[in-house]
């Protein structure tokens, strides 16, 4: 019976391999069926949105503020996308976009969630400024990234922080209301650690910015900015939060900042110091070639405190000190240009006249050949501080800073006579934060290489007075026909309070005459004259009783002008 069976064909039987072939086929396409139908269904709405509610409650039991927008994407991987993820860090709001959460999907649909991965597309911080108007921080894919995720995150368990951790460009803009931005962009790589207990929450962090270029705000210039980097820790409870943190500019400056808000009470505490002035100057994005002209170099260190409630920025108490004492000690050393003559020439105005400043010019007058008074009403209008300053009076500057805050444009204010005797020297009139911090820096650089007495003397032979009148010498023979040494005091404050826009109160002396309130603003400034000791009571009373008689002019009294007060 065992006979040859080839070729013989057994109806309904199929082969062995054909037959496993079959089943194989049958086997595999019942479960891609179920995927191909599963990733139907996650393409769907309903599907979505179910895992946005999922994912909501399940953030909702940690952060109760947060929210999420929309689920954008799922897939059958367990890769979900979520935007517009709102998380609230205290006065700063954090949304997530291109948020990639990499899931265990039978978990989410038994509700719950393990993230296995996150990872987002871009980050946004948004907070709001004091003054009005908000800051704005973004973190966005490079291109040039395999993943093009720059943020990271890792989630904490129970009484863990979660970590989350920046690397690519970034965006820093603020944005006051009604005017245009400045942003600044930096290559940042940031890592952060977020832990939230029952009392309180805590961020530690450390970050380095590289790249980093302002806005110019003069067009689509760009300037770059030395490395930035930072670390330190900010706790935040109910109704208080505190902030110590590490911040250092290139390999030439280092600041410590602490500080905290109580009820909204602020303290600020910073202190910063260089060992290289010059090469700090050098590594900032401002022009202050003048650093070298005057041999100006070595250590300084500065702090600066402040006071007040968060909400009130123009009640805001500063106090600041700054040691130049290692400046001094080179500067007087290599004796500055400035001390002897030089020929000078206003950088804002190409077309004035060059003056010497030195004593075979006939029109320069040496500081102690002005009378006391003429100094003091120049003085206690300009910079009734100039004797004890450093080159620049905080206070005043804050006053100013609040003041441009508060009407959100840059004033003229602020400004000690050493600033204004920079800004003659080697700044432009661009009103602009910018310009403000150079000619603070410029003035820090001239008072450590100029005695302050040779500093007031080149600045009352080097101010304009009038339409290309500059020098006290020209102004007292321009409007009162006299030189300077005969000026009586009612002329002398009439000439100092004209220093902040010479060329509007010039019209006055056109008219032959200023207005009435005017010379109460004169009678103001005499005051203080006498109160002052630049003045004896009886100079005082006779400047009282004085009108003004300018040159080729009869003079007028009571004139009320076209100007308001």
């Known amino acids: 019976m065992g006979g040859d ?13 054909s037959r496993s072939k079959g089943l194989l086929a049958r086997i595999l396409a019942l479960p891609l069926l179920a995927l191909l139908a599963a990733e139907g269904a996650l393409q769907l709405p309903p599907v979505r949105e179910a895992i946005r509610a999922r994912a909501e409650a399940t953030l909702h039991k940690k952060i109760p503020e947060a929210g999420i927008a929309r689920c954008s994407a799922a897939d059958v991987t367990g890769t979900v996308r979520f935007d517009g993820v709102s998380v609230p860090l205290g006065r700063v709001s954090a949304v997530f976009d291109g948020l990639e959460v990499s899931l265990s999907l039978p978990a989410l649909l038994h509700g719950k969630v393990k993230p296995e991965r996150i990872g987002a597309a871009t980050l946004t911080l948004t907070t709001t400024l004091p003054a009005g108007g908000r800051a704005v921080w973004i973190a966005a894919g490079d291109s040039g990234r395999a993943s093009g995720l720059p943020v990271s995150l890792r989630p904490g368990g129970e009484g863990e922080p979660t970590v989350v951790s920046v690397d690519g460009p970034s965006r820093l803009c603020r944005l006051p209301d009604g005017e245009a931005p400045t942003c600044g962009d930096a290559a940042v790589h940031l890592e952060g650690s977020f832990l939230r207990g029952p009392e309180r929450e805590e961020v530690d962090f450390q970050a380095i910015g590289d790249q980093v270029s302002l806005d110019s705000g003069e067009g689509p210039e760009r300037l770059p900015v030395p490395a930035l980097g930072m670390n330190g820790k900010l706790v935040r409870g109910k109704d208080w939060t505190t902030l110590a943190a590490d911040l250092s500019v290139g390999p030439e400056a280092d600041l410590a900042v602490h500080g905290s808000d109580k009820a909204g009470e602020l303290e600020l505490d910073v202190e910063g110091k260089s060992k290289s002035f010059a090469a ?9 070639h003048a650093v070298h002209e005057l041999g100006v170099d070595g250590p300084v260190s500065g702090q600066v405190t402040v006071r007040g409630r968060l909400d009130e920025p123009k009640g805001w108490l500063v106090d600041a000190e700054v040691d130049l004492k ?59 501080e100039f004797w004890k300053h450093k080159g620049f009076d905080f206070q005043a500057m804050a006053d100013a800073v609040r003041l441009d805050l508060k009407e959100k444009r840059v004033h003229r204010g602020g400004s000690t006579i050493t600033q204004q005797l920079a800004k003659n020297l080697w700044l432009s009139r661009e009103r602009s934060l910018r310009r403000k911090v150079a000619e603070a820096l410029l003035a820090l650089a001239l008072e450590a290489a100029v005695p302050k007495q040779r500093i007031l003397e080149i600045y009352l032979n080097a101010i304009e007075w009038g339409p290309k009148v500059y020098g006290i010498s020209a102004a007292a023979r321009h409007y009162f026909g006299k030189r300077p040494e005969e000026l009586d005091p009612r002329e002398a404050a009439f000439l100092a309070s004209i220093i902040p826009n010479p060329k509007l109160y010039h019209e006055w002396f056109e008219q032959g005459a200023v207005p009435a309130y005017w010379d109460q603003k004169l009678d103001w400034l005499l005051d203080k004259m006498m109160a002052s000791g630049a003045l004896s009571e009886a100079s005082w009373s006779q400047a009282q009783n004085e009108r003004l008689h300018f040159a080729g002019h009869r003079a007028e009294t009571g004139w009320d002008g076209p100007f308001e007060q």
Not at 280 to 288: E, K, Q
Not at 355 to 376: E, G, K, Q
Request: proline letters at 14%; charged letters at 20%.
């Open 5 to 17: 069976r080839s070729g013989v064909r057994i109806p309904g039987f199929v082969s062995g391999p």
């Open 280 to 288: 700090f100057a050098d590594s900032l994005p401002l022009d202050l």
């Open 326 to 384: 290692g400046l001094k000690s080179r500067a007087r050393a290599d004796r500055s240009p400035l001390t002897g003559p030089f020929l000078y020439q206003p950088a804002a105005d190409p077309d004035a006249p060059s003056i010497r400043m030195a004593a075979d010019n006939p029109d320069f007058v040496p500081l102690s050949r002005l009378p006391t008074h003429v100094v003091h009403a120049v003085l206690l209008s300009e910079d009734s």
